[in-house]
C-alpha cells in the first residue's frame, strides 16, 4: 500500500509540474522542430553534409520540401522563383517534383531550408507568439472562435489554391497567411491551455495540501 501511495503522490507531483510549465514545453517542442530546419543549411555550408541530410530526410515526409517553395539561406537572395531556378540549374533538373525536392542547394545559390516558406512563418510565429504569450498570460483572453476561424482563410484559400493549380503564390503571400496562421492559433488556444491547465494546478495542489 506504501508503494502505490507513494507513487500516486509521485505521478501527482508530476502532473503539478507538468501544469506549472506547459508553456516553457511546448515552445521547447516547437523551437526544435522549428529551429532544425534552420540548421540543416547552416551544417551544410560549414560542410557537415552527413547530418545536414539526416534532417532533410527526417523533414520530407512533412513537407514537399520544393526549392521554389523554400527560403535559402547562405545564398544571394532568401528565394528564388521555379523559372529562376529553371534559368540558373536547366529545366531538366526541375523536370519532376520529385526532381526538384532532391535540390538542397549550392554555394551560389545557398542551401534551402528543410520545410517550405508557410511551415518556416507558421512555426516561427508559433513560437515567438508563445514566447510572448507568456509575458501576458494572465491578461490575455482567448481570440473569438469566428475571429480565429476568419482569420484561417487567407492561409487556407492561398494554399488551397496552389495545391489546386489556380496560380503560383509568392513567397510573401505564404509568410504572410502562415504567420497569421500561426499567431492566431496561439492566440486562440493557449488562453484556454492556461485556464485548464490553471485549474489542474488548483485541484492536485489542493489534494497534495490534504495527503
Given at each position: 500500500?506504501?508503494?502505490?501511495?507513494?507513487?500516486?503522490?509521485?505521478?501527482?507531483k508530476l502532473v503539478l509540474a507538468l501544469a506549472k510549465h506547459w508553456l516553457l514545453l511546448i515552445n521547447l517542442v516547437i523551437a526544435v522542430y522549428d529551429g532544425l530546419p534552420f540548421l540543416a543549411p547552416t551544417l551544410m555550408v560549414l560542410?557537415?553534409?552527413?547530418?545536414?541530410?539526416?534532417?532533410?530526410?527526417?523533414?520530407?515526409?512533412?513537407?514537399?520540401?520544393?526549392?521554389?517553395?523554400?527560403?535559402?539561406l547562405f545564398g544571394s537572395q532568401p528565394a528564388y522563383s521555379f523559372e529562376t531556378?529553371?534559368?540558373?540549374?536547366?529545366?531538366?533538373?526541375?523536370?519532376?517534383?520529385?526532381?526538384?525536392?532532391?535540390?538542397?542547394?549550392?554555394?551560389?545559390?545557398?542551401?534551402k531550408m528543410a520545410y517550405c516558406q508557410r511551415d518556416t512563418a507558421m512555426y516561427t510565429s508559433m513560437l515567438l507568439a508563445g514566447i510572448v504569450f507568456g509575458l501576458v498570460r494572465r491578461?490575455?483572453?482567448p481570440l473569438p472562435l469566428a475571429l480565429y476561424l476568419i482569420s484561417l482563410v487567407p492561409w487556407a484559400v492561398d494554399g488551397l489554391a496552389q495545391l489546386l493549380g489556380f496560380y503560383e503564390s509568392t513567397w510573401q503571400l505564404r509568410t504572410i497567411t502562415g504567420s497569421l496562421f500561426g499567431l492566431a492559433t496561439v492566440w486562440f488556444a493557449y488562453?484556454?491551455?492556461?485556464?485548464?491547465?490553471?485549474?489542474?494546478?488548483?485541484?492536485?495542489?489542493?489534494?497534495?495540501?490534504?495527503?
Open positions: 500500500m506504501a508503494c502505490i501511495e507513494d507513487l500516486t503522490v509521485f505521478l501527482d560542410g557537415f553534409n552527413w547530418p545536414a541530410r539526416v534532417i532533410y530526410a527526417a523533414y520530407k515526409p512533412l513537407c514537399h520540401q520544393l526549392p521554389q517553395r523554400s527560403f535559402f531556378l529553371q534559368k540558373l540549374l536547366g529545366p531538366e533538373r526541375l523536370a519532376t517534383d520529385s526532381l526538384a525536392r532532391e535540390f538542397i542547394g549550392n554555394a551560389a545559390l545557398g542551401y491578461r490575455l483572453r488562453p484556454y491551455l492556461e485556464a485548464g491547465m490553471g485549474d489542474l494546478r488548483r485541484t492536485i495542489g489542493e489534494k497534495l495540501r490534504l495527503e
